[in-house]
């Protein structure tokens, strides 16, 4: 299979707790984007990569989080210092972007954030 | 108020019956892409509309965009209980990338 796959697919972890999510997106694919999606709420935008540059990222993005993507091929989403709020679905969307920016973004299957 | 607006949020019906889920944006469309979500997974691309006017089909379900309207409609035809789901509409924003702008989800229900 050849999709863009995600690990873990779910994380229960106490609030204080750092956490690591990782974003295998499809082979060639140059850019890489990650989502947050909360319950009755369609995805947020929160990051963006072309190859290993994170290129912008959203308010929404606290000092909390980080993201990264080196060598340009799977990403790393690590949240520090959990907070009860950021319990949430986590999406990561990788698309090949040629010469214009409608490039389809194909979505892998989430990591679902529990912090209790 | 958000930027991307669905209607409705939630819709049942019985098996072969046709609906329409709407998508209105209160910003310029560049491109309107229409994704499925099932109920704790990740999203399935379905179409993308850039042009006004524009119509597209996969299967059943039809797409169109009204330009002029800054609206989107999303019709199934003779819906199945395998069309159940989340359908999300997004905006590609006219960024020099393309950062999607979702609406909130229509929730679609089919009975057998």
């Known amino acids: 299979d050849t999709g863009v796959s995600q690990n873990p697919r779910h994380k229960i972890t106490k609030r204080g707790q750092n956490v690591t999510f990782r974003c295998d997106p499809i082979?060639?694919?140059?850019?890489l984007y990650w989502y947050r999606q909360t319950l009755g709420q369609g995805p947020e935008f929160l990051t963006y990569?072309?190859?290993?540059?994170?290129?912008?990222k959203s308010r929404l993005l606290s000092d909390r989080f980080s993201a990264e993507r080196p060598k340009g091929s799977f990403s790393t989403l690590e949240i520090q210092r959990t907070e009860q709020g950021d319990s949430a679905m986590y999406l990561c969307?990788?698309?090949?972007?040629?010469?214009?920016?409608?490039?389809?973004?194909?979505f892998g299957p989430g990591t679902r954030l529990t912090v209790l | 108020s958000q930027e991307l607006e669905q209607s409705p949020q939630s819709l049942i019906v019985q098996e072969g019956k046709n609906l329409t889920i709407n998508c209105t944006s209160s910003?310029?469309?560049?491109?309107l892409y229409w994704y499925k979500q099932k109920y704790g997974e990740g999203l399935i691309f379905l179409m993308m509309?850039?042009?006004?006017?524009e119509e597209k089909s996969h299967e059943k379900i039809t797409a169109k965009l009204d330009e002029k309207k800054q609206q989107s409609s999303l019709h199934i035809t003779a819906s199945q209980p395998s069309h159940a789901g989340i359908y999300l509409c997004?905006?590609?924003?006219?960024?020099?990338?393309?950062?999607?702008?979702f609406g909130q989800g229509t929730i679609l229900t089919v009975h057998p």
């Open positions: 969307a990788s698309s090949l972007a040629l010469a214009d920016w409608t490039d389809t973004q194909y």
């Open positions: 082979s060639e694919h140059n850019r």
């Open positions: 990569f072309q190859n290993e540059a994170q290129l912008e």
């Open positions: 910003k310029t469309l560049y491109g």
């Open positions: 509309l850039q042009k006004g006017g």
């Open positions: 997004g905006n590609a924003g006219g960024t020099s990338y393309g950062k999607l702008t």
